[in-house]
């Protein structure tokens, strides 16, 4: 099993900045694909970034591309998604998660998720 723990989340205004992390309980989180999804209140889990067990490959979902950037260190067990420009539809409860296989944007392509930590954008 592995623990994932995120922190970071906050109230920021629009056009602000975020950085969130997510702190794995073992060091054999180096051996796992990590991801962010977030939920919205009303809204299903939306798949938002993700990086590779190694931290060479990314990919990101259209609405945050250019915005958002995942990386990770494995070195600390600890993943980030630094969020910049955001908007007020960016606000949720974001979520870390790691899976075996990189690249799927799905949430059960994921085997652990930590328990999210709220993200309020406000105008």
């Known amino acids: 099993q592995v623990q994932l723990v995120e922190s970071g989340g906050g109230l920021v205004q629009a056009g602000g900045s975020l950085r969130l992390a997510c702190t794995a309980s073992?060091?054999?989180?180096?051996?796992?694909?990590m991801a962010w999804f977030r939920q919205a209140p009303g809204k299903e889990r939306e798949f938002v970034a993700g990086v590779s067990w190694n931290g060479v490959n990314t990919h990101y979902s259209r609405s945050v591309n250019g915005r958002f950037t995942i990386s990770r260190d494995n070195a600390k067990n600890t993943g980030y998604l630094q969020m910049n420009s955001l908007k007020p539809e960016d606000t949720a409860v974001y979520y870390c998660?790691?899976?075996?296989?990189?690249?799927?944007?799905?949430?059960?392509?994921?085997?652990?998720w930590g328990q999210g930590t709220q993200v309020t954008v406000s105008s």
């Open positions: 073992k060091r054999t989180f180096s051996n796992y694909n």
């Open positions: 998660a790691a899976g075996r296989r990189y690249g799927e944007t799905t949430g059960h392509s994921y085997d652990y």
